[in-house]
């Protein structure tokens, strides 16, 4: 259930005291108990649930095919809003958008619950050592109370998603640097870096720790092997900055793909019938030089094709890299002895289009968008090498990983746990899935004249939303503006919007009362 905000904070306030009751009484009972399962936590930014184990031969994805093959692979998870802050928020503490009132990529849930427990916070309260490496929270967005150590490597900048190993994009990168600087425009982060990014993409002549990802593997690594001797179990997050935007990785992974045999999407227009704002200009593509001027809108021609290609290579290549680093971390967990011991849990934050909708980015509420991948392997998990097609959700997580490490599952989440789908995954565990997304908080001035709230749920067959006006000041709809239904018995792209057929009155009365009920709206 989704609650109302009001009603929200006052379940907050009175929940979050029954949590750290149970904290501490829990923390003291760890010592006398046998210890609890480790928690091997993979955040991955902008992945798409396209990998060998969710049935695409294209990518080359070995090691987290492995990973899956000793747990389950949720094939139908949704995202709660398909922007980087807003779905990790969610997910992080158990409590979808509305409630925690974070819609964008600027607000810090403890701005509007500064005693909210989030999910790494709560394992650190209940016994667990902490450690976050990378991007679990938002980049620039860290959550302190969330871990016992945070780390960082030396020599990257406090955002390093934009890191370019070649010489003329180090070069270009300094000349805006520069500009920036004395435009005074330039700030620099905490480390002594400006934060820049110059071309969409880079095959980088280089090793793999030239990048950040790689980089900070290593240093998990060596922090794996200190937390092998403590007694307390650990909860490690690593989260990758790749395949997010810019597309850069090292050459070898490029060399795994043949360019001229990645297929383009064949669904590159707009949905019929859907409302023009619903798919919209790909702001965060058109930041990078080398695209800024050359990129199509979603109602406009398609993109040059060699141009789709090319970045749709890049984007295969920094899977594959990604793929590489959670590899050296899996054989090292089993190297140390820690493998029969570790949960692990695999997520993507959000979806990404790659052409699909003539669009390229994410921050819609379509399935390409708010579909995830998710993957939950190792101790404590019965089914192995498992699909389930349960209806499941980000919110689902943080009730999951308490149920299976033997803690109660705080009554104020709003997620169910997954355990029951981790021993028989043909089960179910919910009707529905819900996302949303708040429209006109990004790109081109035009866009951002007035603000839109989309509320979608997905069930078995449909995926239904609603659309309103935003009262930004008030932080409530207003005025309903559309509606969309996609039946994915038929049209499983989500090319057809087929809410307005007469025919469909009924499922659409049901769905949208379904939606209503859901969302409190």
């Known amino acids: 259930m989704i609650f109302g905000y009001k009603k929200f904070l006052y379940c907050v306030v009175v929940s979050t005291s029954v949590v750290l009751t149970a904290c501490q009484t829990k923390k003291t009972a760890v010592n006398h108990v046998e210890k609890r399962p480790n928690i091997l936590f993979i955040p991955i930014d902008d992945l798409r649930p396209e990998l060998g184990c969710y049935g695409d031969s294209n990518i080359v994805s070995p090691n987290i095919d492995k990973l899956a093959s000793n747990g389950v692979v949720f094939n139908r998870a949704y995202c709660q809003q398909a922007v980087c802050t807003a779905s990790r928020t969610s997910l992080l503490t158990g409590l979808r958008p509305d409630s925690t009132q974070v819609w964008d990529l600027k607000t810090h849930f403890r701005d509007r619950m500064p005693d ?123 989260g990758f900055y790749k395949p997010h935007l810019p597309f850069n990785a090292p050459k070898k992974y490029w060399d795994m793909y043949k360019r001229e045999e990645i297929s383009l999407a064949s669904n590159q227009f707009v949905p019929t019938d859907s409302p023009e704002f619903a798919v919209h200009g790909d702001a965060e593509l058109r930041g990078y030089t080398n695209t800024k001027n050359n990129l199509p809108k979603p109602n406009e021609k398609q993109w040059d094709e060699d141009k789709q290609r090319e970045l749709k290579h890049a984007y295969y290549a920094c899977i594959s890299y990604i793929d590489a680093q959670i590899g050296r971390l899996l054989d090292e967990l089993d190297r140390l002895g820690l493998k029969d011991d570790t949960i692990i849990v695999l997520w993507g934050d959000h979806g990404w289009k790659l052409g699909e909708h003539n669009s390229w980015g994410k921050q819609t509420n379509y399935e390409i968008d708010t579909r995830v991948p998710l993957i939950i392997s190792g101790n404590n998990v019965t089914a192995k090498g498992a699909t389930s097609n349960a209806l499941t959700e980000f ?81 409530i709809k207003g005025a309903f503006l559309s509606r969309e239904l996609f039946d994915h018995e038929n049209d499983a792209q989500e090319n057809n919007n087929i809410a307005n057929y007469p025919g469909n009155k009924d499922i659409v009365k049901q769905l949208s009362e379904e939606l209503k009920k859901g969302f409190k709206i």
């Open 116 to 238: 909210l427990i989030s999910l790494p916070q709560f394992f650190k309260n209940n016994g667990y050592y902490s450690v976050g490496l990378g991007k679990t929270f938002h980049n620039t967005l860290q959550d302190s109370l969330a871990w016992n150590e945070y780390l960082h490597v030396d020599g990257f900048p406090f955002d390093p998603d934009a890191v370019y190993v070649n010489q003329d994009n180090i070069i270009e990168q300094k000349e805006l640097e520069l500009k920036r600087l004395k435009e005074g425009k330039a700030k620099f982060d905490k480390y002594g870096f400006i934060y820049s990014k110059t071309v969409s993409h880079e095959m980088g002549i280089a090793e793999d720790d030239a990048y950040y990802d790689g980089a900070q593997t290593t240093m998990a690594i060596k922090k794996m092997r200190e937390l092998k001797n403590k007694e307390q179990p650990f909860f490690l997050s690593v």
């Open 395 to 475: 919110v689902d997580v943080y009730p999951t990983l308490c149920d299976v490490t033997g803690f109660e599952v705080p009554k104020y989440l709003q997620g169910k746990s997954l355990k029951p789908l981790l021993e028989n995954p043909n089960g179910k565990v919910k009707d529905a899935a819900y996302s949303q997304f708040l429209l006109g908080k990004y790109g081109p001035l035009e866009d951002r004249e007035s603000e839109k709230m989309g509320y979608t749920i997905r069930t078995d067959r449909y995926r239904y939303v609603e659309w309103y006006n935003w009262i930004s000041d008030r932080k």
